[in-house]
Structure formats: structure tokens, C-alpha cells
């Protein structure tokens, strides 16, 4: 039989539960390690191209990570030259582009690597005659999404 003592601390320990298990769920699902198909991907059309979403979801130790899939037109721009909070890679897949840098425009092509740090303006032109494709690898530090 449960004296009181004991029954506030089931009760302190049940309400403890299940807050931990709200703030949880509040947070989303955290990602874990998967796989994923490039032809199982959908294809979305914009006025520059296509984009595939890999994923966007919070893991074990970002609040968020985004991987996405761009395909840019030729002669086109992916959105004018901006700036935002977070870090992200850009992985060249094909084709030729410029990118904003620093303040300077460099040409890199196949298998180049670009990455914009927080706060620091950047852009992406494609400036071949064919399609760019690149991987666009963006995160969130914990916090940085409060």
C-alpha cells in the first residue's frame, strides 16, 4: 500500500515523465541514419529549374539539418545575392557556375566544394550552356532556430 510520501513522488515522477516526452515530440523526430535513393526522389519544378528535398529534420545534435538537390538552368540565378543565419555547404555535381564569394565571383565547376558562412553574403549563377546540379547542405546549431 502506497503511503502519501510515496505516492507525490509516482505522482512527481510520472508528471516529469511525461513532460520529457512532450518537449520531445515538440522537437520533432530526431533523424536517424538512412539512405537515401536519388530515383526515388520527386522532382519539383521552379522558375529556374528543379530541386529534390533529401531531408529537413532535427538529428542528434543540430536542430535542424537540410540536404536538397538543385538543378539550375542555363544563365539563370538560384535567388539574388543574400545572407542568412545558418552555415551551409554547396557541392558541385555538374556543370559550370559562378559564385559569390567574399565579395568576388569565382568560376568552379564539377566536384568543387563551396562553403557560406553565417552572416556572409553569397549567390550562384549557372554560367555554362548546360544544366548545374548541385547539393545544398544547409544546418542549425542548437539554439539557432529559437
Given at each position: 500500500m502506497l503511503n502519501r510520501r510515496d505516492f507525490i513522488v509516482a505522482l512527481v515522477a510520472a508528471c516529469a515523465t511525461l513532460c520529457i516526452v512532450a518537449a520531445a515530440r515538440s522537437q520533432g523526430v530526431v533523424m536517424q541514419s538512412t539512405a537515401f535513393e536519388w530515383n526515388s526522389l520527386a522532382v519539383k519544378q521552379t522558375d529556374v529549374g528543379s530541386v529534390r528535398q533529401f531531408f529537413r529534420s532535427p538529428t542528434a545534435t543540430l536542430d535542424e539539418l537540410e540536404c536538397h538537390v538543385t538543378t539550375l538552368n542555363p544563365g539563370l540565378?538560384?535567388?539574388?545575392?543574400?545572407?542568412?543565419?545558418?552555415?551551409?555547404?554547396?557541392?558541385?555535381?555538374?556543370?559550370?557556375?559562378?559564385?559569390?564569394?567574399?565579395?568576388?565571383?569565382?568560376?568552379?565547376?564539377?566536384?568543387?566544394?563551396?562553403?557560406?558562412?553565417?552572416?556572409?553574403?553569397?549567390a550562384l549563377k549557372n554560367v555554362g550552356t548546360t544544366p548545374a546540379t548541385y547539393h545544398v547542405i544547409n544546418w542549425n546549431s542548437p539554439g539557432m532556430k529559437k
Open positions: 540565378q538560384s535567388h539574388p545575392p543574400h545572407k542568412h543565419l545558418n552555415e551551409e555547404l554547396v557541392i558541385i555535381r555538374e556543370g559550370t557556375v559562378e559564385v559569390l564569394v567574399n565579395g568576388e565571383w569565382k568560376k568552379v565547376g564539377p566536384g568543387s566544394v563551396i562553403f557560406n558562412a553565417s552572416n556572409q553574403l553569397h
